[in-house]
Every structure is written in C-alpha cells, then in structure tokens.
C-alpha cells in the first residue's frame, strides 16, 4: 500500500495542468461512483490527477491507482478497496479500468460494502457502463471528457480565460460575443492550429504530433476495439482497411455492400464495424431524423479534424474540415441530425445549419442558419465557425 501512496504522492507533485477541464465543474462530485469515459488520449488520467491535486494535494484520504500494476494480477480490488478504507481512506481514484478482468463486478462489491467509499474510474470510450452492464445499473453515474475545445485551446495557447457559451447564446447573440473575445484575441490566427493539432492534448508533449497520434489510432484499434471487443487479432487488418477507407472519402454515404465486397466481411459485419470505429471516437454517424444504429447511417465523418490532417496530410478538404469541426463541435450535448432541407445539419430538431467559406454575397435560405469559415464577426443568420468550438 505505502508504495501506491508514494506513486500518487509523486503524480500529484508533477502533474502539470495547462487547462482546467469544463467538465471538472460539470460533475455531481457527490456520487459515491462515478465513470469517466473517453477516447484513449484526451486526458483521462491528467482528468484524475488534477481532481486529486484541486481537492486533496498529497492527503492520504485520496489515492490514485492504476490497472497497469502487476500487483492487480494475484489482489482484487475488493481486497486492495477494504485495506485502503481500514487506513482512512475515503476517495479511490481508479485508471485503466478495462485491464481488470472483473472490473465491474468488483466496483460493484466495493460499492456495496463500503459505504464510505468514493470511486471515480476511467473508462475507455467502447466500455458499456451504463447500457447492458447489469453490475453497474442504477448506481454508476457515467460523464464524458472530450478532447479539447477551440475556447480551451484558444485559453491556453494565448493565456485569455474565455468562458464557455451555449448554443442558444450563440444564436441569440453570437455578434456581440464574438467581437468581445476579437477585442482581446484573434481568434482565426489560432484556428487553424487548432484544426490540426488541437483536439488531443499531447500536442503538448515535446514529440512528434502525427506520430503519436498515429500510435494512438493503432492503439484504439488494437485495445480498445480488438481486446475489450472480443475480436480476433486476425481481423485488426479489415479494420484498418475498412477506417482507411471511410476517412479517404468522409464525410460521404457509406456504400455497405461495396465495403462488405472490398473488406471480404458481411454487411452485419460493416456494420458492427463502424459501430465499434464510433464508439472509439474515430467516426461519427450521420443519421436523418428518428433513425439510428443498426440502420445504415445516412454519411460517416471522421470524429475530429485532428484525425483528418493524421490520415491526409497536405490534402484535407476544406469543406468536409467545416463540416467534421461542427459536427464534433455539436454532437457532444447536442442531437444533429442531416437535415432534411438539403443543408448539413439539423440541431436538437429545430435549427438548420449550412457550413460555408467566406459568404459571397447571395441569397439567404430563410430556414438556414449559416457556420462560416474565414470571418471573425458575423451578422445575423451568418455565424463564425471559430464560435462553435466555445461550446464547452
């Protein structure tokens, strides 16, 4: 026990927080469980560390640990759980949940038998904590940790503290919000950089970006679809091949047969494939209204611009990079839909988005909003893109 005391000690003492995560404020701190999921890079362990550094410094009360220990292949956690509330402790910090065989049987039997005990664990973004996981239903409270936003980025890289907006205060009043950030920064000589590089917090690692995040991608095929899915190693091939595609030609309608045909698998297969490429944040599904997995969705888009710029380099298209910032922008706390008005998205069933270049002059659609690239402050019905990304 002492050494996973001094691990945390030495953590906690190193752990550098350029950015206060938005969802730091956004958890209900007081459930006794609680499940942070995210694709495997956005800061899931920085995320605990940081709550452990804000709330509790180097107390005792509080401990950080981590699945990687060898020390979890011959203790359960129970047994770890019970020796750490004998020594006063209250707040169990828990990370790479999925590398423990019984993980969810376990947090449960913790959570029964220690009243006293606060869990918070990591989760990869494929893990069902909620639907289909009969041990965690009804006591487990799930969030998600995004990558960064454009405002985080934005905070970070020119040392301003925008707050965030929601999408109503956005459309309501997106010209008067948008020349008081211009008055302190310029936002369009961030965005780019953002674009590329500004999603996955390890841009601010001193290592080569598309490398790691090539790694990263792999890493996401490998563990968190191949080995928390079940699937055998010999199929990682068809994956890939099957990602590479999609991200060559998104946003686009997917052709399932043409995959199935190409890949050598069944459409049920496909299927299941951008399922599990979704849930590892790598796609996003575009569906019209009222329909959803299992139906074929209506487009696919890569899940950030990031990702793009990784896959492409040096020839990404500037419109499906308007269209895939929005979507990822949106999707998070809102429902998009394709809109039925032959725009791109329709949101929360009600607002019809075009994203657009600079405006050159035309006419208006009178149902459409407009998400426009290249401008700082809008008018109207025309929004700055940039703006969308202080969502959270």
């Known amino acids: 026990m002492e050494a996973f005391f001094k691990t945390h000690k030495y953590l906690v003492d190193h752990i550098e927080l350029p950015v206060r995560r938005l969802l730091m404020d956004e958890i209900d701190w007081t459930h006794r469980l609680i499940g942070i999921k995210g694709s495997r890079g956005v800061g899931k ?30 203790h359960s956690l129970v047994e770890f759980a019970e020796a750490f509330c004998k020594q006063g402790g209250k707040t169990l910090l828990i990370d790479q949940t999925f590398k423990y065989e019984n993980w969810s049987k376990e947090l449960r039997e913790c959570y029964d038998r220690f009243p006293q005990l606060h869990i918070v664990f990591s989760g990869s973004s494929v893990m069902r904590l909620i639907e289909d996981n009969e041990d965690l239903q009804g006591i487990v409270t799930s969030y998600n940790l995004r990558g960064f936003s454009f405002r985080e980025f934005l905070n970070l890289q020119s040392g301003t503290s925008f707050p965030s907006y929601t999408l109503s205060e956005i459309m309501q009043n997106h010209v008067q919000i948008a020349q008081d950030i211009c008055k302190q920064v310029q936002p369009l000589e961030y965005f780019q950089a953002y674009l590329h590089h500004g999603y996955y917090p390890f841009f601010l690692e001193e290592r080569n970006f598309s490398e790691n995040l090539l790694k990263t991608m792999n890493m996401m095929l490998e563990v968190d679809i191949l080995l928390i899915k079940q699937i055998e190693l010999k199929y990682l091939s068809k994956i890939r091949k099957l990602l590479y595609q999609i991200m060559k030609s998104a946003p686009s309608a997917p052709n399932v047969s043409q995959m199935s045909k190409d890949i050598g698998v069944s459409r049920a297969t496909i299927m299941n494939y951008l399922k599990y490429l979704k849930d590892a944040r790598l796609l996003n599904m575009l569906y019209a209204e009222g329909d959803e997995y299992p139906k074929k969705p209506n487009q696919v888009y890569v899940h950030n611009t990031n990702l793009m710029y990784v896959v492409s380099p040096g020839n990404v298209d500037k419109a499906a990079e308007r269209k895939t910032f ?56 025309v929004i700055p893109l940039w703006l969308f990304g202080f969502l959270y």
């Open 326 to 381: 929005f979507y990822n922008a949106l999707h998070a706390c809102h429902k998009v839909n394709i809109c039925k008005y032959h725009l791109d998205f329709c949101i929360d069933f009600k607002y019809h988005f075009r994203c657009e270049s600079k405006p050159e002059g035309g006419k208006l659609y009178s149902k459409a909003l407009y998400a426009v690239d290249d401008i700082e402050v809008g008018n109207k019905s």
């Open 45 to 74: 362990t920085s995320f605990l560390l940081q709550y452990a550094k804000e709330n509790f410094g180097t107390d005792r009360s509080c401990l950080y640990i981590s699945f990687n220990h060898f020390y979890f292949s011959e």
